[in-house]
């Protein structure tokens, strides 16, 4: 995750824009995003079917106009709790490492808390936000463990090119107890 | 979750998942829905599609772009298919019309096929691996070609064979790329004569080469025998790399046979085989050496990435010509294995092979249970794991659970588990006791529970420990999942035999020697079962450990969490050992007791000493993780959204649920760690209790090499953890840039405390 110095991009953390899907302009730009890092591949129907369904789930961000990063997500329930879920985070190589990705998730799971909160009051059930990473990458791994992610499976084989994947989980407290 | 539609002005409205519902008959209407469907594909744009309210995330990425290198796996990259490969001259029969170059060539094929089935074994498609090889494909073109056809007629023979134990065994859960055989050419007419035509291949290079010594040294040569190829110089060297090559095949094709035969016969004779494999694979390797000098040219790049010995790309091979023949999904990346690694690779599965043969087949469930458990400790592959599996059910579970000499008993696997393993007082084998009422309404009330749980007799239990041996012998990740659930059924059947127990006999306390008898049976059986539950409470807690599933910050719950289970089977290990020895005691009752056998009896014994040493680090491991937590800001960093609790919560979920152990939660987690300092750290050192049980206890299992060096591993962990938290100690409050780190450099799952200033 880390880049190389002479790889990294100048800017003052101001300077980022994070803005929610905004429409069908934006899905080449996570499209391109997500292709250019991410091993696995997606078809378009993928990235349509959640940005339609949960378009505020999903954050892009920008510097100074370029697209350097983006989180795509989806909420629902799931055997008897209501589950968040990640489907995919990006942050291209010179911009790793100044919490543009912290921010990108954080802004998901605050609109997945609000709803899911709603949820749970209605049926209790619990709120959890899961999703799979790379074993092999520690900055990924790093950034989710900051945010209470706990490391709950390893998925032998999971990705195509052959890595094992963690299955990532963050519980939610009771409501009450949410700020 | 799709409550509405999707793609905008693409999609249609309407209910069409209701309508498919409706069955066609005599008075449906049809109608043409051309005009429809051209409506629609005109309003359609690039990356659009027409769907019904059902449409989800399975179907959204079932969805493959034709043409995209990274998903369309039926791209074609240098043929449409082997019959043009073929024509186009990628795998030649004979490879060359040079015979020194063709021999050298076949060596290549030869080499690289050993590192597609390691890449095989190791997780990729078997159509992208071994099935890459043209030769192999289309087999019988290479009939005139007797070296290469004996050599893909085994390895095709092999691999089927590979098959079909990994197929049996079912421990493939997450692993079912491997049995993956779809359109390939696997089954052959008379593969089960491969080794005949491997033995006469191997005879001729014999000759040929026993011709070349003897022409070397001036002896007569045999007049009817043709030089293997032109150059007598190199006919030495060839012949030697060759017949290393097939000898090996012949022999690991014997592994697999042997191991396959029942009740453990061939065992021995497999062993034999391995051994051998091993001589020939460390000939293989000093091959390497004459292939690489025999021809002037070099090849590039570095020879220990290449696939062959010679560092020569081999002819006739094609990944790509099967990726069709995968499920419809993305190709997957393939990297085979150099040749090399594919040779390192071997030694290891056939010493993994060896370690299972060299099982003594001793039916006892406690040390086959402890063998499976060893033999993972080397994380063998699939192809190993599939051979103990298939030895556990075909040679030991069978004996364990059917072959009994009792007649009630031996008519019910689950009393024979429980008359081994749980060491049953001497006189329940006793048939006058068999016949005996309050005996049978015993075994009355077993079956009437296992009846009530719709099992039928007796399968249930027997289920429950076939299933555990089942579980042990899967990957660690697939092991740790099923455990986590598997504990919910063992804590059932506790519970439910239990009650049984209880609603039969709960008011005969003053019974008759029989009833106790019965009752004793009882408390044994609760025990046994009590023992594997927290047995495998610890296992899924410390498969955690090799999963890399805790961080840092949660390791203090996991070692309290890992302690109270370790108490608790420390208390039953402990009860079942006195009930064992109190069995034995009656047995041997009419000799006398001297006071030595009184005075071993007071003494704990070294199997509860020993888990006494893990208990002592794993209390010693979270007092110090707590008073760092509560002494230092660092190792207390709050997440944003939740709490220690939530994590508590999601790591022992399973357990918790299952009540294991009874009355340990989240409160009583933070009670026994909430008051930890550096101050209260000071006061008692048990790492320094855990350092002198692991030196004492080593005397006992002196024939035991095993935990033997379990001790020694524990005794490092103690020692180094004993001077690290004094220093702890003494510095932690005053400097706060002390940086302690915990690494598992001494052993897998107790870490050692590193302290450094930063």
Same mark, same amino acid.
């Given at each position: 995750?880390?880049?190389?110095?002479?790889?990294?991009?100048?800017?003052?953390?101001?300077?980022?824009?994070?803005?929610?899907?905004?429409?069908?302009?934006?899905?080449?730009?996570?499209?391109?995003?997500?292709?250019?890092?991410?091993?696995?591949?997606?078809?378009?129907?993928?990235?349509?079917?959640?940005?339609?369904?949960?378009?505020?789930?999903?954050?892009?961000?920008?510097?100074?106009?370029?697209?350097?990063? =983006?989180? /795509?997500?989806?909420?629902? *329930?799931?055997?008897? %709790?209501?589950? &968040?879920?990640? @489907?995919?985070?990006?942050?291209?190589?010179?911009?790793?490492?100044?919490?543009?990705?912290?921010?990108?998730?954080?802004?998901?799971?605050?609109?997945?808390?609000?709803?899911?909160?709603?949820?749970?009051?209605?049926?209790? =059930?619990? /709120?959890?936000?899961?999703? *799979?990473?790379?074993? %092999?990458?520690? &900055?990924?791994? @790093?950034?989710?463990?900051?945010?209470?992610?706990?490391?709950?499976?390893?998925?032998?084989?999971?990705?195509?090119?052959?890595?094992?994947?963690?299955?990532?989980?963050?519980?939610?407290?009771?409501?009450?107890?949410?700020? | 979750?799709?409550?509405?539609?999707?793609?905008?002005?693409?999609?249609?409205?309407?209910?069409?998942?209701?309508?498919?519902?409706?069955?066609?008959?005599?008075?449906?209407?049809?109608?043409?829905?051309?005009?429809?469907?051209?409506?629609?594909?005109?309003?359609?744009?690039?990356?659009?599609?027409?769907?019904?309210?059902?449409?989800?995330?399975?179907?959204?990425?079932?969805?493959?772009?034709?043409?995209?290198?990274?998903?369309?796996?039926?791209?074609?990259?240098?043929?449409?298919?082997?019959?043009?490969?073929?024509?186009?001259?990628?795998?030649?029969?004979?490879?060359?019309?040079?015979?020194?170059?063709?021999?050298?060539?076949?060596?290549?094929?030869?080499?690289?096929?050993?590192?597609?089935?390691?890449?095989?074994?190791?997780?990729?498609?078997?159509?992208?691996?071994?099935?890459?090889?043209?030769?192999?494909?289309?087999?019988?073109?290479?009939?005139?070609?007797?070296?290469?056809?004996?050599?893909?007629?085994?390895?095709?023979?092999?691999?089927?064979?590979?098959?079909?134990?990994?197929?049996?065994?079912?421990?493939?859960?997450?692993?079912?790329?491997?049995?993956?055989?779809?359109?390939?050419?696997?089954?052959?007419?008379?593969?089960?004569?491969?080794?005949?035509?491997?033995?006469?291949?191997?005879?001729?290079?014999?000759?040929?080469?026993?011709?070349?010594?003897?022409?070397?040294?001036?002896?007569?040569?045999?007049?009817?025998?043709?030089?293997?190829?032109?150059?007598?110089?190199?006919?030495?060297?060839?012949?030697?790399?060759?017949?290393?090559?097939?000898?090996?095949?012949?022999?690991?094709?014997?592994?697999?046979?042997?191991?396959?035969?029942?009740?453990?016969?061939?065992?021995?004779?497999?062993?034999?085989?391995?051994?051998?494999?091993?001589?020939?694979?460390?000939?293989?390797?000093?091959?390497?050496?004459?292939?690489?000098?025999?021809?002037?040219?070099?090849?590039?790049?570095?020879?220990?990435?290449?696939?062959?010995?010679?560092?020569?790309?081999?002819?006739?091979?094609?990944?790509?010509?099967?990726?069709?023949?995968?499920?419809?999904?993305?190709?997957?990346?393939?990297?085979?294995?150099?040749?090399?690694?594919?040779?390192?690779?071997?030694?290891?599965?056939?010493?993994?092979?060896?370690?299972?043969?060299?099982?003594?087949?001793?039916?006892?469930?406690?040390?086959?249970?402890?063998?499976?458990?060893?033999?993972?400790?080397?994380?063998?592959?699939?192809?190993?794991?599939?051979?103990?599996?298939?030895?556990?059910?075909?040679?030991?579970?069978?004996?364990?659970?059917?072959?009994?000499?009792?007649?009630?008993?031996?008519?019910?696997?689950?009393?024979?588990?429980?008359?081994?393993?749980?060491?049953?007082?001497?006189?329940?084998?006793?048939?006058?006791?068999?016949?005996?009422?309050?005996?049978?309404?015993?075994?009355?009330?077993?079956?009437?529970?296992?009846?009530?749980?719709?099992?039928?007799?007796?399968?249930?239990?027997?289920?429950?420990?076939?299933?555990?041996?089942?579980?042990?012998?899967?990957?660690?990740?697939?092991?740790?999942?099923?455990?986590?659930?598997?504990?919910?059924?063992?804590?059932?059947?506790?519970?439910?035999?239990?009650?049984?127990?209880?609603?039969?006999?709960?008011?005969?306390?003053?019974?008759?020697?029989?009833?106790?008898?019965?009752?004793?049976?009882?408390?044994?059986?609760?025990?046994?079962?009590?023992?594997?539950?927290?047995?495998?409470?610890?296992?899924?807690?410390?498969?955690?450990?090799?999963?890399?599933?805790?961080?840092?910050?949660?390791?203090?719950?996991?070692?309290?969490?890992?302690?109270?289970?370790?108490?608790?089977?420390?208390?039953?290990?402990?009860?079942?050992?006195?009930?064992?020895?109190?069995?034995?005691?009656?047995?041997?009752?009419?000799?006398?007791?001297?006071?030595?056998?009184?005075?071993?009896?007071?003494?704990?014994?070294?199997?509860?000493?020993?888990?006494?040493?893990?208990?002592?680090?794993?209390?010693?491991?979270?007092?110090?993780?707590?008073?760092?937590?509560?002494?230092?800001?660092?190792?207390?960093?709050?997440?944003?959204?939740?709490?220690?609790?939530?994590?508590?919560?999601?790591?022992?979920?399973?357990?918790?649920?299952?009540?294991?152990?009874?009355?340990?939660?989240?409160?009583?987690?933070?009670?026994?760690?909430?008051?930890?300092?550096?101050?209260?750290?000071?006061?008692?050192?048990?790492?320094?209790?855990?350092?002198?049980?692991?030196?004492?206890?080593?005397?006992?299992?002196?024939?035991?090499?095993?935990?033997?060096?379990?001790?020694?591993?524990?005794?490092?962990?103690?020692?180094?953890?004993?001077?690290?938290?004094?220093?702890?100690?003494?510095?932690?409050?005053?400097?706060?840039?002390?940086?302690?780190?915990?690494?598992?450099?001494?052993?897998?799952?107790?870490?050692?405390?590193?302290?450094?200033?930063?």
């Amino acid at each position: 995750m880390e880049a190389k110095p002479e790889e990294k991009a100048e800017f003052e953390e101001a300077e980022i824009e994070y803005v929610s899907y905004g429409g069908e302009h934006h899905l080449p730009l996570i499209m391109n995003l997500v292709d250019q890092e991410l091993s696995e591949p997606y078809s378009i129907f993928t990235y349509r079917y959640f940005v339609y369904l949960w378009p505020q789930l999903s954050f892009l961000a920008f510097h100074k106009g370029k697209c350097v990063g =983006t989180v /795509v997500c989806k909420m629902g *329930e799931h055997r008897n %709790t209501f589950r &968040g879920y990640i @489907a995919m985070l990006v942050v291209i190589k010179p911009y790793r490492g100044r919490g543009i990705a912290t921010e990108l998730v954080t802004r998901s799971i605050r609109m997945m808390m609000e709803s899911g909160c709603e949820e749970v009051r209605l049926s209790h =059930t619990f /709120v959890l936000v899961t999703l *799979e990473a790379e074993v %092999t990458n520690k &900055g990924a791994l @790093a950034l989710y463990g900051r945010l209470g992610f706990i490391r709950a499976k390893r998925l032998f084989h999971y990705y195509l090119n052959g890595v094992d994947a963690f299955r990532l989980k963050l519980l939610f407290p009771p409501p009450r107890q949410v700020l | 979750m799709a409550d509405k539609p999707v793609y905008g002005e693409a999609s249609i409205d309407g209910q069409p998942s209701k309508l498919a519902s409706i069955p066609a008959s005599d008075t449906t209407v049809w109608a043409d829905a051309s005009p429809l469907l051209q409506t629609a594909c005109a309003g359609l744009r690039d990356g659009e599609l027409i769907h019904g309210d059902n449409f989800n995330l399975f179907a959204a990425m079932s969805a493959l772009e034709i043409m995209d290198p990274k998903m369309d796996s039926g791209i074609v990259c240098t043929y449409y298919s082997i019959d043009e490969a073929i024509e186009n001259g990628a795998a030649p029969v004979p490879i060359s019309l040079d015979s020194t170059i063709d021999v050298c060539r076949t060596i290549d094929i030869m080499d690289h096929l050993l590192a597609c089935e390691a890449a095989w074994h190791k997780g990729h498609s078997l159509a992208q691996t071994v099935f890459s090889c043209i030769y192999l494909l289309r087999l019988d073109r290479t009939a005139p070609h007797a070296l290469l056809h004996s050599y893909c007629r085994i390895i095709r023979a092999t691999c089927k064979a590979v098959v079909s134990v990994v197929s049996d065994a079912r421990t493939h859960e997450e692993e079912d790329l491997f049995t993956m055989t779809y359109g390939l050419p696997l089954n052959g007419d008379g593969d089960d004569k491969c080794l005949s035509i491997l033995n006469a291949v191997e005879e001729t290079i014999s000759r040929q080469l026993r011709a070349c010594k003897a022409t070397s040294s001036k002896r007569r040569l045999p007049e009817d025998l043709e030089p293997l190829q032109s150059n007598p110089n190199l006919e030495e060297g060839f012949c030697k790399a060759l017949l290393c090559r097939l000898r090996f095949r012949k022999h690991f094709f014997h592994v697999l046979s042997c191991m396959k035969r029942p009740q453990g016969r061939g065992l021995e004779s497999a062993r034999k085989h391995i051994a051998s494999c091993l001589t020939e694979l460390e000939s293989i390797l000093k091959s390497a050496d004459f292939l690489r000098s025999c021809f002037d040219e070099s090849c590039e790049g570095d020879i220990d990435d290449k696939t062959t010995a010679s560092g020569f790309e081999p002819i006739g091979f094609d990944a790509m010509l099967n990726s069709r023949l995968s499920a419809p999904t993305p190709p997957r990346a393939i990297k085979i294995l150099s040749w090399k690694k594919a040779v390192e690779y071997f030694v290891k599965l056939l010493n993994d092979l060896d370690v299972i043969c060299s099982y003594s087949l001793d039916p006892q469930l406690e040390s086959l249970l402890r063998f499976v458990v060893l033999f993972q400790k080397s994380q063998p592959d699939l192809v190993a794991r599939s051979h103990l599996q298939i030895l556990n059910h075909v040679n030991i579970v069978e004996q364990l659970l059917l072959v009994q000499d009792g007649k009630l008993y031996g008519r019910d696997p689950f009393f024979a588990v429980i008359n081994k393993a749980a060491a049953l007082p001497e006189a329940t084998k006793n048939h006058d006791i068999q016949k005996n009422e309050s005996f049978l309404q015993l075994g009355m009330v077993i079956a009437n529970f296992l009846n009530s749980n719709g099992v039928g007799n007796s399968s249930l239990p027997n289920k429950l420990v076939m299933n555990l041996l089942k579980i042990l012998c899967t990957n660690s990740a697939w092991q740790r999942r099923k455990l986590g659930k598997f504990l919910q059924d063992w804590r059932v059947i506790y519970v439910q035999l239990e009650l049984a127990f209880r609603n039969e006999y709960g008011e005969v306390s003053s019974s008759s020697n029989d009833e106790n008898t019965c009752m004793k049976i009882f408390q044994h059986i609760l025990l046994w079962v009590e023992e594997q539950t927290y047995w495998i409470a610890f296992r899924f807690l410390i498969l955690g450990f090799e999963l890399e599933l805790y961080s840092t910050g949660e390791y203090c719950m996991v070692y309290w969490y890992l302690y109270a289970v370790l108490i608790k089977l420390a208390e039953k290990t402990h009860l079942m050992m006195a009930v064992s020895h109190d069995t034995a005691k009656r047995k041997g009752k009419k000799k006398k007791d001297s006071p030595k056998d009184l005075a071993r009896e007071s003494r704990i014994p070294p199997a509860v000493l020993f888990l006494q040493c893990y208990i002592c680090l794993a209390e010693g491991l979270t007092m110090m993780l707590a008073a760092l937590r509560n002494e230092i800001p660092v190792f207390h960093s709050p997440s944003p959204f939740n709490t220690e609790h939530e994590k508590f919560v999601q790591h022992f979920e399973l357990l918790q649920r299952a009540c294991i152990p009874d009355y340990v939660s989240y409160s009583s987690y933070k009670e026994s760690t909430t008051h930890a300092r550096f101050s209260t750290l000071a006061m008692y050192n048990y790492f320094k209790d855990a350092q002198r049980i692991a030196k004492e206890v080593k005397s006992s299992f002196s024939n035991d090499p095993e935990r033997l060096a379990e001790l020694r591993k524990l005794e490092q962990v103690a020692e180094h953890n004993s001077v690290a938290q004094n220093v702890i100690c003494r510095l932690g409050a005053l400097d706060p840039s002390l940086k302690v780190l915990f690494e598992f450099s001494h052993h897998p799952f107790f870490a050692t405390v590193v302290v450094k200033r930063s």
